[in-house]
Structures are given as structure tokens and as C-alpha cells.
């Protein structure tokens, strides 16, 4: 099954926490996961080497094979290019998200 999660909060928000636990558990079922991170939810990604990091453990998400992409308008206007994000993550146009929303089976949106 293919399982698709919009997210939009950024990481001390608990609905990071629960996208990452939904997308974990589903990765390990072995579903195909992808996330779609827009608006303060592209900050989930940004590599952060502060001793006190606040971080999403998204990077671990990577490592199981979820894919992760985010809005390339909203990391734009935020400053963000592909140095500074985590390897694996790729910038995608809205046009990509509305395609990733028809081929998934079930589609979740935390807004």
C-alpha cells in the first residue's frame, strides 16, 4: 500500500512526532511511505550540529527507505537550499504534491 503524509508543522510540534511514529510503523510493515513537508514543516529537514538540536529524527526516516520531499516555493522563501538539508530529501513543485495525493491509497494531511 502506498501512504502518503502532508505535514506543515514545524519540529517542536506534536504532529511531527506523530507523522515520524505513523511513517516508522508503516516503513517497517513494509508500506511505501512518502512525506510532503510545506510551510514550517520544511524546517523537519534542515541539518541542524547545535549540541542542544531540536530535530525530527527525520533523517532516520530516510534510512528506511521513506521518502521525503518538500515544497521547493516554501524552503525558498525560508532560505533553505539543498545544502542545507539532510541527503535524501528533494525539493518537489505543488503539481508533484497533487500528483503524490492520486497515487497514494490513503492520504494523511496535518495541517
Do not use: W
Not at 504532529?15 to 510503523?25: F, N, P, Q, S, Y
Not at 512518502?34 to 530516510?62: C, H, Q, W
Request: negative net charge.
Amino acid at each position: 500500500m502506498k501512504i502518503g503524509f502532508l505535514l506543515h508543522k514545524s519540529p517542536e510540534h506534536q504532529d511531527v512526532h506523530t507523522v515520524k511514529r505513523l511513517a516508522e510503523g508503516f516503513a517497517d510493515m513494509g508500506h511505501d511511505v512518502s512525506i510532503f513537508l510545506m510551510e514550517d514543516g520544511v524546517y523537519n529537514v534542515v541539518v541542524n550540529t547545535s549540541p542542544r538540536k531540536l530535530s525530527a529524527g527525520f533523517d532516520s526516516l530516510i534510512a528506511k527507505g521513506v521518502k521525503i520531499a518538500l515544497c521547493t516555493y516554501t524552503a525558498e522563501i525560508r532560505g533553505l537550499s539543498q545544502p542545507d538539508l539532510f541527503d535524501g530529501v528533494d525539493f518537489h513543485s505543488q503539481y508533484d504534491l497533487s500528483k503524490l495525493v492520486n497515487e497514494c491509497d490513503r492520504f494523511l494531511s496535518f495541517l
